[in-house]
């Protein structure tokens, strides 16, 4: 939107992206050191995730690759969980936490963990918040200040936050799924998991990044158009 790009509340976009940007260049850098410190007992990150899915009585869960660099995820949709080629042939510790990671996600949709439900639940309302967010602050702008259409467009656009902020938990307890896992099943030793430990709290401050990012700019709408009310 055009008339929105030059107002002094850009700065906040800015924060925000600069925040993710630091956030993301931080996971990589500590994925990639963690990359080059061989698990002792040898698993690859593709071995680990199959033994964990297992024991979770997840047998129906496929494995899968996928092209790309940190582009693993679980799909709960197909019951496939995607390796990334960097981490799929990988026996580094890096490459281990990731894939205990993604397979507790399995264990969440197995156990039906409500914060990953609210999450799937979340996708078809945020991406309908997106597409009629700027279209009706628009229109309320046009129409001589709506200040009804304004709010509600910046409602619907605070549904990413909303999301955002629900995919927090989900993700910070794959993690300690995945930490807990790797310890009990003796798949690294304690020094090595507290490496892959590195590795996960890294990945999980990308999202609390994502969420300040996202909240940045429902900031920045409610100072350009949440306050002008009409008497
Ligand atoms: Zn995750």
Redesign the pocket.
């Known amino acids: 939107m055009p008339f929105f790009i030059w107002d002094p509340t850009y700065i906040f976009i800015i924060i925000g992206l600069a925040i993710s940007g630091i956030a993301s260049s931080y996971v990589k850098s500590t994925y990639h050191k963690f990359s080059d410190v061989k698990s002792s007992k040898g698993y690859t990150a593709t071995q680990v995730s199959r033994m964990i899915l297992d024991s979770a009585d997840l047998q129906h869960v496929r494995l899968e690759g996928i092209r790309g660099d940190l582009t693993d995820h679980y799909d709960s949709k197909n019951d496939v969980l995607r390796l990334s080629e960097t981490t799929r042939k990988s026996t580094s510790v890096a490459a281990i936490g990731v894939a205990a ?2 397979a507790g ?1 399995a264990i969440q949709d197995k156990v039906n963990y409500g914060p990953l439900r609210l999450r799937a639940a979340l996708v078809p309302v945020t991406n309908f918040g997106q597409g009629v967010s700027f279209p009706l602050i628009f229109a309320g702008v046009i129409f001589g200040y709506n200040q009804t259409l304004i709010d509600l467009g910046i409602l619907f656009f605070s549904l990413t936050l909303v999301f955002q902020l629900v995919t927090l938990p989900v ?1 910070f307890n ?1 993690s300690n799924r995945a930490v807990l896992i790797l310890k009990e099943q003796q798949i690294l030793t304690s020094q090595e998991l507290s490496q892959a430990e590195k590795v996960l709290k890294a990945a999980a401050l990308t999202y609390v990044a994502a969420a300040l990012a996202s909240f940045l700019n429902v900031l920045r709408l409610v100072i350009l158009f949440g306050g002008r009310r009409r008497d």
């Open positions: 990671h993604e996600h993700e794959a």
